[in-house]
């Protein structure tokens, strides 16, 4: 059979076609990784399911702020002498709709728990998988930093973080302001602290949650350090302090009531009682996600790249 240089034509050989647009540092490989991860997290229905069993609570305060404008509309007329208003009586059966640093506290803090529950199924997903399949390999052979696989894994995290936490906040903050425009010299103090709350669960969950997830891999075991992490030590911590009437310091091995003391400091709110000081707590959350972040490092560092 005659081939094509007989016939006059250039030979036909198997090539790679040329990369036409614009080659960019290694940094701009983080967005690329945290999109694939969390479009892998989003694909399951049942973080779908979760997800709506979140909005399930931003839906009770968003209605319950409607429901006390619509109150305070209907009572605009002077109250008679002993008479409580349908406002004030709400806000008594529900203290947290009042607009002020309580709200999102409580709000960020009751939200949270569905949070967890979401990472405790999703860590062998993100992160998991790539040590227990060999994917991270791969990753690493590509001309990116091992900091950058990591910043991609975070930032995937800390997205679902605040697709659950930080948004559905900033939309009860801004509902306020639309019901009672005259308050928002006031409430807009408080736009730091949420952002600043949402960055503490951000953070703090983030790390916690990959480093988890790299020390046991799979979805079962990952569940049981979660639990034991965010269900049981609270227990532990409130048995201690509560009925055993230890040092309210035993409260610090419980991560989540760290984060809610840092997250409502931010907000200007008062620290509940028999609680460690705020900065034990803040120096517990950085100690606990420093050490995240060095086992992180170290378990990547390990892992042998051929490029």
Known sequence: MADSTDRGHAPQLLHYRPWQGTFRPPLFSVWPIARTSLALMLRRWLFWGLYGLGTLNFL???????????????????????????????????????????????????????????????????????????????????????RHYLL????????????????????????YLLFYPEEWVDKLSLLPGILGYGAVLMGSLSLILLA???????????????????????????ALVEVLRLDPAWRLIDLWNCSYLVGGDMLGMPDPPRQPEVYQAALVLCGATLLCLTYLVLRIRAVEVVK
């Not at 999102?104 to 569905?114: E, H, I």
């Not at 997205?159 to 936490?165: I, P, Q």
């Open 60 to 146: 009770r305060f968003f209605i319950g702020q409607v429901l006390v404008a619509y109150l305070n509309v209907q009572s605009a007329e002077p109250a008679r002498p002993g008479q409580t208003r349908p406002r004030e009586l709400l806000y008594r059966l529900m203290p947290s709709l009042d607009g002020s640093g309580e709200t999102y506290r409580a709000f960020l803090s009751q939200q949270g728990y569905v949070v967890m529950v979401v990472l405790a199924l999703a860590g062998s997903v993100l992160i998991g998988n790539d040590f227990r399949f060999g994917s991270l390999p791969y990753y690493l052979s590509k001309p990116l930093r091992r």
């Open 152 to 175: 991609g894994k975070s930032l995937a995290v800390g997205l679902f973080v605040a697709m659950m936490t930080v948004i559905p906040a900033l939309l009860l903050f801004v509902e």
């Open 212 to 238: 988890a997830a790299v020390l046991v891999r799979e979805t079962v075991p990952l569940i049981m350090v979660w639990t034991t992490l965010f269900l049981f030590c609270p227990l532990l911590a409130s």
